[in-house]
């Protein structure tokens, strides 16, 4: 007997509905694979579960046969008078860029050592390269901000190194200063002490010129002699004329 007819219609057993969908994913997959294999036919096939998870299969790359799609599907609606040409213009404007965003993804992740899975050996080394390259960059740029740095390092030191400079020559000066002051006031000291002593040699020697010259006084005023007691100046006085009228 023959196999009834199925009727389609939501299963309900929830279980049964992921065995039934699990299967006819796969056998659905594989009818597309072989029929892009024998027919040479470009396909792209795209599946979201209940869940959100997707399935998709693609024999010449998703991203170019959506592309093929959009131009085919825009060429036909422009055919059919429905979309302009600036439309068009812009819409592959988008697409040049969607493409250009997603390959700067791709080369930004490879970069990082991620999705690394389907580069061959000829697109690794470019890697490789374009990494040492970068590293080599990185070094020589590292390596200028360092001899900069030193060599502004080395400016201030000589900036320090100038002022201290000064700093010493300053403090010498004003030692040099203050000794030459000390000897020159000691020089004023020794000058005056002697134009001291020399003021009193002569006051001194005036004050005994007048004091040895004679003098007639009246009165007791004392006579005091350098070389025997004092005696009253008027009973001197009054000896030398005694003997002055005697002779």
């Given amino acids: 007997m023959g196999r009834g007819k199925v009727e389609l219609k939501r299963i309900e057993n929830k279980i049964n509905r992921q065995v039934t969908f699990s299967k006819r994913r796969n056998g659905l997959l594989k009818k597309a694979y072989e029929l892009s294999i024998l027919c040479e036919a470009e396909i792209a096939l795209i599946i979201f579960s209940s869940r959100g998870k997707l399935f998709e299969f693609a024999s010449a790359g998703m991203n170019n ?3 093929r799609y959009h131009r085919s599907s825009y060429n036909t609606q422009e055919a059919n008078g429905v979309v302009d040409h600036e439309t068009q ?3 592959q404007e988008v697409s040049n860029l969607r493409r250009k965003y997603e390959s700067l993804q791709r080369s930004q992740r490879h970069l990082l050592g991620q999705d690394l ?17 970068a590293l080599s960059q990185t070094r020589q740029r590292k390596t200028q901000i360092m001899m900069e740095q030193m060599e502004d390092l080395r400016r201030k030191e000589r900036h320090l190194g100038d002022l201290n400079k000064q700093l010493k020559d300053k403090l010498q000066l004003e030692a040099e200063g203050q000794v030459s002051y000390r ?8 000058t005056g002490m002697v134009a001291n002593n020399n003021h009193y040699c002569m006051h001194h020697s005036q004050s005994s010129s007048i004091d040895c010259e004679p003098t007639l006084q009246i009165g007791n005023h004392q006579y005091v002699s ?6 009253p100046r008027s009973n001197a006085a009054l000896n030398n004329f005694m003997q002055g009228w005697a002779l």
């Fill in 65 to 67: 046969t959506l592309e």
């Fill in 226 to 231: 350098q070389e025997g007691p004092s005696i």
């Fill in 117 to 133: 899975g389907p580069l061959n050996v000829k697109e690794l080394q470019n890697l490789e390269k374009q990494l040492e390259g």
């Fill in 89 to 91: 213009s812009w819409y």
């Fill in 183 to 190: 000897a020159i006031q000691g020089s004023w000291d020794s």
